[in-house]
């Protein structure tokens, strides 16, 4: 299984709703990340996991919350989300210092 | 800070011509470099990669891509366009921390026409 799942692949939600968006990948990967992609820009990293522990933060708003419970799954919790906030919410995952090479399809957020 | 220029944002080539799609580094080291394809609606797709071996890299789908270090230049080539080949491209510098913390460009829009 050499893939990236995420779901949902579409999510609408308003600004006072709580969701979670869901990464799961089964290649041992101990590294896995969330980049945020709005229209027609290029992704732009959020977090990085190392071994279930969170290494890297881009100085994301706190309304934006990423878990990684075991070294298979992450999630992103959101909560109080702006408009500006929809884009595409990609997930991709590696093995240490190789080329990141397994991304996601992602998951498109709307936020009204 | 390492950073990548694409040149163009947009390229449109016929089918079975050749593709040409510039990018630039500034890097104060010797750098990893990428490109990735995006296709409509979906994820990245890793088309090669440089890591300081060889200065012309081959990648997938007949890519390749030549590693210039004196004109700090990294384009991405193919001989002869197909269709499928209409996506983004994005240009990538890894910031290499440990882990892979890319830095794109602004990616160019290839259109293929018949």
């Known amino acids: 299984d050499t893939e990236v799942t995420q779901t949902p692949k579409h999510l609408v939600m308003g600004m006072t709703n709580k969701k979670s968006l869901k990464c799961e990948q089964h290649m041992g990967h101990r590294a896995m990340y969330w980049y945020k992609q709005k229209a027609k820009k290029p992704p732009e990293l959020m977090f990085v996991y190392s071994y279930e522990k969170l290494s890297i933060n881009e100085s994301v708003p706190s309304r934006f919350s990423p878990e990684c419970p075991n070294s298979s799954l992450l999630n992103l919790h959101l909560h109080a989300l702006q408009p500006e906030d929809s884009a595409l919410y990609l997930c991709a995952s590696s093995q240490g210092g190789e080329a990141l090479k397994y991304f996601g399809p992602g998951t498109r957020l709307t936020v009204l | ?114």
Request: charged share 15%; with cysteine; aromatic share 12%.
């Open chain 2, 1 to 114: 800070a390492q950073s990548v220029t694409q040149l163009d944002s947009h390229v449109s080539v016929s089918e079975g011509t050749p593709v040409l799609l510039r990018c630039n580094y500034s890097s104060s080291y010797s750098p990893s470099l990428f490109w990735y394809v995006q296709h409509p609606n979906k994820g990245l797709q890793l088309l090669l990669k440089y890591t300081s071996a060889a200065t012309l890299v081959k990648g997938i789908n007949g890519f390749e891509a030549e590693f210039k270090k004196s004109e700090t230049s990294f384009h991405l080539t193919k001989p002869s366009a197909h269709m499928s080949d209409a996506a983004e491209y994005f240009c990538v510098v890894s910031d290499y921390t440990g882990f892979q913390k890319l830095v794109f460009g602004t990616g160019t829009r290839l259109l293929v026409s018949p």
